[in-house]
Nanobody, 129 residues
């Protein structure tokens, strides 16, 4: 069964950096856009970033623009999230998933959680003030 495996989370002070990784566990026949989401305690899982595989176009939620960078690795369906200038409000469990529905370029499309599948178990990021 295809799943994502996230890693790289941890405890960091405000202003610090972390790099999250997401790799495939199991096989898929194609390459797909991939996204990062996060979920803080008591809150809904929210969109963070996305990369369209065919174009390398990237998209971010406003609160992380200029601080986070999503990129893809050499291995198929591997993606990274470089997080700089971390803030306490970035504290959450971070998840990656892939979108088998193809590329899209509007927020209402690429941020829509139901588009994504094969979620991993998540990696915890805690930012202390």
């Amino acid at each position: 069964q295809v799943q994502r495996v996230e890693s790289g989370g941890g405890l960091v002070q405000a202003g610090g950096s972390l790099r999250l990784s997401c790799a495939a566990s199991g096989g898929t026949s194609g390459v797909y856009p991939m996204g990062w989401f996060r979920q803080a305690p008591g809150k809904e899982r929210e969109f963070v970033a996305r990369i369209n595989w065919s174009t390398d176009y990237t998209y971010y939620t406003d609160s992380v623009k200029g601080r986070f960078t999503i990129s893809r690795g050499n291995a198929k369906n591997t993606v990274y999230l470089q997080m700089n200038s971390l803030k306490p409000e970035d504290t959450a469990t971070y998840y990656c998933a892939l979108d088998q529905n193809g590329d899209c370029s509007t927020y209402g499309c690429y941020a829509a959680r139901p588009r994504y599948a094969y979620w991993g178990q998540g990696t915890q990021v805690t930012v202390s003030s």
